[in-house]
């Protein structure tokens, strides 16, 4: 009889534990993001399907592609849909790519037209389309309006790079720079000048002249103390916060827009309403095209996994937190980046003060910069070329320990020597 | 550990099937010229942690042993702290100490020395020692501890016919101490040696997940790091991992040979060390 009981309430539970639905997987890497997300199921579950059942798991930056590439390879609970960076996407453009190809449904949705068709080459490759990016990433001048005005700068004092610079000579001291530097300032100022690391076809370096004149640039920004290395030569660590932003080391940070609505909002709470942005200065030689007041620098975006059981409803789901007007306005609301999906940048909630930019209309600023944005493309050496700059090679310049041209002569032969290549002799 | 050495035999595609390629990834290496070179800084990693570690063990565990009673309890406690650390922690609180401007190390050690703030992390010439430095600061107290409980074993006969014949305190500690301690050194120098070889996390959290600065910190583990994670190449990232256990096996054979060859002799054989020498 208690057998009879315990087999009967085993096989109940059974039956219930396998007819409740699996969740659909959705992997981010920030708390802002899974926030965010979570919101949305809720608002796609009560708007479009009461079935959807979804979770979200918020991983490090750094970490979530590291535990991504361990579920992909061992086929151990993958997501179903990750919010992937651009960068650590290309890693998986060298074999055979584990994203759901979405051209030919991208082709058949407002996202289509809709999404800013400079931001579309970062999931792109070779003419298919793998992800939906989520930001248009333009990049500002991140600046401290409150030491602006106390050494009596002024935004339209900094319209050029040489005037920035000129500034930059009279207000700098042995602990406080105009600007604080960081490895991705290298492939901003390329991309403002129309230039990249990679051509159409993914091939690296294709103008190294003007790589080194850029990044020679930045090198001269810190052996003139204009501008100051933070360690580990990063402006997306919490010691930056920490340490140089808390001890006003630094005027200024250049840094798309979830820099500043994400890691800015985040980690400096002791300068609320203090910090306001502008448009890039631009570049005036005769090298740089376009007279661009912007630049870009990596995305996020939304990729669904191949052998998820789910595709269709993966698909629906990207689908419309990309074309959602409302979900569009929440990204930017909620303190995460600018929507590259053009009809929303009409609504008027984009264009609302932010309190926390000392009432700036941020919206208005990304929505005039963003169609100047620079075209991205994408390449399978993209993160061996972003790990061996941020890495090994920045610092090396910075340090006098190599020039520009060396830099990019060791990352070429270190590409060449992982294609296979031989060693060049000395 | 078998499914990590099938991978190694196994092609680097990241999804989809995978081919047999046999000995590949390992007959790759000799000519992975960051291979070689992350090998090289390993051994000096290793080389220079042992050469740092154990003289200061060696004399915190002798100044422990003339402690007051009352002190030497609290001493082995913090001394024992940085030991137990998770080195995840350690690394991040070591950020501080070698923080560029406002660093623990610049503001105690080169500002009063009037010498410019030294760049802990990124100066490729700084890298090693600054990740031996965080080893030093990890185990010198652990290892001290080992040290102590060694040198009591030391039979007081020996330093008191010594000290009868004339010896000096140099002298005993050259002619008895050390030769006495040995097989303790060897043991805490395997110990040592193979916490340095497999070192990550304090290089992960100090100089990101390749080497820093032109690769002046570029480890084994962290290399082989990379290559799964950012190259993508776990086949080629697991034959780096079982290509170091033939380098691991023979120098954990060597430190242990040599414990068992200075056995004899000292007070772990049974029979006084020679004093002639004193």
Known sequence: ?426 | MALGFILSLRSDELFGDTSFVGMEHYLQLPRDSRFLHALSNTIIYCGLSLVLILPAALALAHLLRRAPDRLRGPLQFFLLLPGLTPPLVLALLYLLVFNGPHGILNAVMMKPLGLPNADWIRDPRLIKISLAMLQLWRWSGFIALIFQAGLEGVPRAYFDTAKTEGATAWKLFLHVTLPSLKPVTAFVAAFLFLDAFVLFEGAYVLLGNSGGTLDAGLLLVSYSYYTAFTLGNFGSAAAMAFASLPLIMFALWLLLRTAGNTQRGTVFSGKPPRLEAV
């Open chain 1, 1 to 426: 009889m208690k057998a009879n009981t315990l087999l009967r309430s085993l096989l109940l539970f059974a039956g219930a534990a396998l007819a409740v639905p699996k969740p659909l997987q959705i992997w981010v890497s920030s708390q802002a993001d899974l926030k965010y997300y979570e919101k949305m199921i809720g608002v796609y579950k009560q708007k479009i399907d009461t079935g959807f059942h979804a979770e979200v798991k918020a991983f490090g930056f750094m970490e979530m592609p590291d535990k991504l590439a361990i579920a992909i390879k061992s086929g151990i609970n993958p997501p179903d849909i990750v919010q992937f960076d651009e960068i650590f996407f290309s890693l998986y453009l060298k074999g055979n790519i584990p994203f759901v190809d979405l051209t030919d449904r991208l082709a058949k949705s407002p996202l289509g037209t809709g999404i800013l068709k400079q931001r579309m080459g970062l999931f792109t490759w070779k003419d298919r389309i793998y992800g939906v990016p989520q930001s248009v990433s333009s990049v500002v001048l991140w600046y401290r309006d409150d030491i602006f005005k106390e050494l009596g700068i002024m935004p339209k004092d900094l319209e050029t790079w040489d005037k920035f610079d000129a500034v930059g000579m009279k207000v700098k001291t042995a602990t406080r720079g105009m600007i604080a530097l960081d490895w991705s300032y290298v492939g901003i100022l390329l991309r403002q000048r129309g230039y990249d690391f990679y051509g159409a076809d993914g091939k690296p370096f294709p103008d190294s002249a003007i790589i080194a004149q850029t990044w020679q640039r930045v090198a001269d920004w810190s052996k003139n103390g204009i501008g100051l290395l933070p360690d580990r030569s990063s402006i997306f660590e919490p010691e930056f916060f920490n340490s140089y932003v808390a001890n006003n080391g630094v005027l200024s940070v250049m840094g798309p827009d979830w820099y500043g609505l994400d890691m800015i909002q985040n980690f400096d709470q002791a300068h609320k309403g203090k910090w306001r942005a502008m448009a890039l200065p631009t570049w005036t030689d005769s090298l740089s095209h376009g007279n661009k007041k912007t630049s870009s620098f990596s995305g996020q975006g939304l990729v669904i996994f191949k052998k998820s059981r789910k595709v269709e409803n993966c698909w629906k789901f990207v689908e419309w937190v990309n074309s959602d007007i409302d979900a569009n306005v929440d990204r930017f609301i909620g303190g995460n980046c600018f929507p590259p999906y053009q009809p929303a940048w009409s609504d008027m909630r984009l264009s609302q003060p932010f309190a926390y930019f000392g009432n700036q209309n941020l919206g208005q600023l990304f929505a005039e910069l963003a169609p100047t944005a620079p075209f991205t493309a994408q390449s399978p050496l993209n993160a061996v070329i972003v790990n061996f700059m941020r890495e090994q090679y920045f610092g090396a310049v910075i340090h006098n320990s190599s020039t520009p041209e060396q830099a990019l002569g060791g990352i070429k032969e270190q590409i060449n020597l992982m294609m296979g290549g031989k060693k060049k002799k000395p």
